[in-house]
């Protein structure tokens, strides 16, 4: 099952017996630690994946709800948590119940969960009602705003997200994991043996590359700390910079044509450049960390420039910056679609998925609508048979036109 699903679960457990199931020890790999570890592990691996882990408690009511959906679901990336589930289970009053379920986040049941006298059983799907499934679901996605869940961090500062014992383990977890953890593996890297520090980046005494499989090529960060070097929706940034990729002068074209088409080329040399002035232990992505456009070190405001690459927004204060809609933002001033500054009055702005307009423009991303935006409607979207694309009925007070993809401009068509 190579798609988002996990496992939901509530159990009754008191709020001191939550606490001693964190300190419980419990195999995991080839070693044994205890289950605050685990979940602090599993929490800070997925964060880079998608992944979602909620441990959460209702002091008064005894009730629990831990939820670990992985964004690529298999029975083999399921396996650590298991004896997490069976140390609660043993954790828990001999009296105490729970229920809960593997399941996707349509939802779909592919096996139900059971934890009675102290012990988990796993069983078919069909011993889990579905009002029940859909009880667990709706619990999950009580935890997202927006449909977004947050990165482990913040999921940390939230007040009512993660239990008060899972924010003491993991504060342990990351004092030893940056304090012992990673120093000393980072140090025992060698070019035979390098250290990975996340996705395709590797290092070994003291230089930070990454492994271009593509090309074959090893792409080297200038000037990096790989004790603090990370990824930042995209970008890679440590303590004190943060880079793009871009080509290298007189490197052959990025793709070349083949056929019909065209296709990345292999013989195409990038390389990593610090952007200039962005200060790296501040730089962060805001909003959806999966499909922002924006990002700031807390001074500027940067967004991506066709041409340029990674660039601040002129003129602009990063405290008075605000997404706003889908896909813009602003300052209370200027508007703009990744780099690109609209030419749209602030204080009578309205926007509607790609769509944003005042009384005057209307723009989809970054590309004018020829409609006037005091009378402008959605009338409809739809995905016709064969295109490729979103199609829009659009329409103001003179007249109605159809958006289709590659931005064109079509006649009405009453059928749509």
């Given at each position: ?318 405290s008075e910056f605000r997404l706003h809609g889908q896909c813009f933002g602003t300052d209370g001033n200027s508007v703009f679609y990744n780099s690109r500054k609209l030419p749209l009055k602030v204080e009578s702005l309205q926007t509607e998925g790609f769509f944003i307009w005042d009384d005057d423009r209307v723009f989809m991303t970054d590309v004018e609508v020829p409609l006037s935006g005091k009378s402008f409607r959605i009338l409809a979207h739809k995905n016709p048979p064969g295109s490729i694309g979103q199609q829009s009925r659009l329409a103001d007070a003179d007249k109605t036109i159809i958006f289709g993809p590659g931005n064109t401009f079509l006649p ?5």
């Open positions: 099952m190579a798609e988002p699903a996990g496992i939901l679960i509530e159990a009754q457990i008191t709020e001191k017996r939550l606490a001693s199931f964190f300190k419980q020890q419990i195999s995991h790999g080839t070693r044994k630690t205890c289950a605050g570890h685990v979940l602090s592990e599993l929490l800070d691996q997925g964060d880079r994946y998608g992944d979602i882990l909620i441990v959460n408690h209702d002091p008064e009511s005894g009730t629990l709800f831990l939820a670990w959906v992985l964004n690529r679901y298999s029975p083999e990336a399921a396996t650590p948590i298991w004896p997490v589930l069976d140390a609660l289970a043993h954790e828990m009053e001999p009296t105490a119940l729970g229920r809960g379920a593997v399941t996707s986040i349509l939802p779909e049941c592919v096996r139900s969960l059971r934890i009675r006298n102290g012990r988990l059983t796993r069983g078919p799907a069909r011993l889990l009602p579905r009002r029940e499934l859909e009880r667990l679901s709706d619990r999950l996605w009580s935890f997202a705003s927006k449909d977004e869940f947050p990165d482990a961090a913040r999921s940390m500062r939230s007040r009512d997200y993660q239990c008060k014992a899972f924010k003491a383990a993991w504060k342990d977890y990351r004092k030893w994991h940056d304090e012992r953890e990673r120093p000393a593996r980072i140090a025992a890297a060698t070019e035979e043996s390098p250290y990975r520090l996340v996705n395709h980046v590797f290092c070994w005494n003291g230089r930070v590359v990454e492994r271009d499989d593509y090309s074959g090529r090893d792409l080297a960060f200038p000037g990096a700390d790989p004790e603090t070097f990370r990824m930042e929706a995209g970008f890679y940034a440590d303590k004190n910079h943060v880079w793009q990729r871009r080509l290298a002068n007189g490197s052959p074209p990025p793709r070349i044509e083949v056929g019909g088409g065209s296709i990345n080329n292999r013989a195409a040399i990038w390389e990593y450049h610090i952007v200039a002035g962005a200060v790296g232990d501040d730089f962060t992505w805001i909003g959806d960390r999966w499909d922002t456009i924006f990002w700031t070190d807390k001074r500027r405001i940067y967004a991506h420039d066709k041409k340029l690459g990674l660039i601040p927004l002129p003129d602009v204060d990063a009405d068509d009453p059928s749509f």
